[in-house]
């Protein structure tokens, strides 16, 4: 069965310090990946997705950047954190494009000081 | 850009009671989904809707797509406190992305 996992779970961060946050993928071959953050309470925003290593896509233009080194790893990464980058942070596969649902990770609460 | 608002945004009921929450958009999707999501925790999937007018049912949930596909309802009968959480739509245009609904919170009180 496949299985994604996602690290930290937390992480207190402060302004102007780097960011890494990792996710890997177990299972499955060549899937969609997704990095989206999340406000309290509300809706996803979709930040960066990738269909094959080393591809990525940006849905908003921002202090962060994503890469895609191996075919089930995906990273989010800044080089200097912002106070408004805080937020929960969530990375998803997707088996195939159209109507495949997503598979989310158990995210990463962020908070930058 | 494709925009899926969800009302109510909150919505706070008696263990019992009924309750529909809905998903509007003026964009047309290929397919609707529904995730609930518990407090630190990712989204979990519910359901996927494809064809318009579409129904289908998950024990007391229903799930409706609209004929044109460009809005969806949730309707949960005799609500539990399992039923607690914060719940989104997403629309799929056909490509690899979904577009994620404004949430809403709901909690059943016991």
């Known amino acids: 069965s496949q299985t994604i996992h996602q690290w930290p779970a937390t992480l207190v961060q402060p302004v102007g310090s780097p960011l890494s946050l990792e996710c890997t993928v177990e299972?499955?071959?060549?899937?969609?990946l997704y990095w989206y953050r999340q406000a309290a309470g509300r809706g996803l925003q979709l930040l960066f997705y990738?269909?094959?290593?080393?591809?990525i896509s940006s849905e908003v233009p921002q202090n962060l950047s994503a890469s895609r080194p191996q075919d089930r790893q995906f990273i989010l990464s800044s080089k200097k954190l912002l106070l408004s980058d805080s937020g929960f942070y969530l990375c998803?596969?997707?088996?195939?494009?159209?109507?495949?649902?997503?598979?989310f990770g158990n995210g990463t609460r962020l908070t930058v000081t | 850009t494709q925009l899926l608002e969800q009302s109510p945004q909150f919505l706070s009921i008696q263990e019992g009671e009924n309750l529909t929450v809905y998903c509007n958009s003026s964009s047309v999707f290929s397919s609707l989904q529904w995730y609930r999501q518990e407090p630190g925790e990712g989204p979990v999937l519910l359901v996927t809707v494809v064809t318009g007018g579409e129904v289908k049912k998950l024990k007391r949930l229903t799930f409706q797509f609209g004929d044109a596909r460009k809005d969806s309802s949730l309707h949960i009968t005799a609500a539990q406190p399992g039923d607690t959480g914060l719940y989104l739509c997403?629309?799929?245009?056909?490509?690899?992305?979904?577009?994620f609904g404004t949430g809403t919170r709901l909690t059943i009180i016991p």
């Open positions: 990738s269909v094959g290593i080393g591809q």
């Open positions: 998803a596969w997707m088996g195939g494009a159209g109507n495949s649902p997503l598979h």
């Open positions: 299972g499955t071959s060549n899937p969609n």
């Open positions: 997403a629309g799929a245009a056909g490509n690899e992305k979904l577009t």
